[in-house]
């Protein structure tokens, strides 16, 4: 299988009401499935609640809870992977997991690596150890989380993922940085790599603009959600196009090696 085809959902994030949230992403996907099929369908960081660290009412059980239940329905429901954040009771604080559901009713999971420093993430959420890859179809994904993205080192394509995604609620104050690091990360990698970003003001008052778009190896934009827009965007990726400029471009031949202790 040399292709996929994915969606990423940019949408209005309502603070900690999972009922109206919930209530509007199925509005939206019932749209979106009634003309298109997808083979992995990717909503923003916590879309349920919204980046609501403090709250410590805002966790699911470990054993699993509303939400993954909810992706479970989706997911089984339009016949794909349906992946997003949700906040993950983990001791005496919570974990920011990426879930990761089959159709099927699988279960895979990543936990956010590098917590925000700067609105005291740290302090509320337990920091994600283990590096994960995905595979679709023969396809190898590696997923992150917002702040992740500033990090190369996390990023670095050892030749075992062809696809980086960044689900994430990152503001509009620093809205240029996103757009030039999943690039980055695209170019330094040669993979594609996805962004999913929220819109709206979330319950501290932060402004999200979106940002929401899927970037081909060289940098390019195939692909974007409009600026303050709840949307979903879709393409299909061709990753024989990737292999192909990677053996005529074999730039991965001479990066440097470490380890990640």
Known sequence: MSTLKIAALQYDIQWLDKKTNFATLEKMLHEFFQNNKVDLMLLPETFSTGFCIEDKNIQEPESGGKDVLWLKRMAKKYNCVVAGTVFVKQGDKKVNRFYWVSANGSVEYYDKRHLFR?????????QGTERKIFELKGIKILPQICYDLRFPVWSRNKQDYDLLINVANWPDARRAIWDILLKARAIENQAYVIGVNRVGIDG???THSGGTSIVDFVGKNIIFAEDNQQQIISVELDFSTLNKFKKDFPAFLDADTFEIC
């Open 118 to 126: 700067l609105g005291k993430e740290g302090d509320f959420v337990a």
């Open 204 to 206: 501290h008052g932060t």
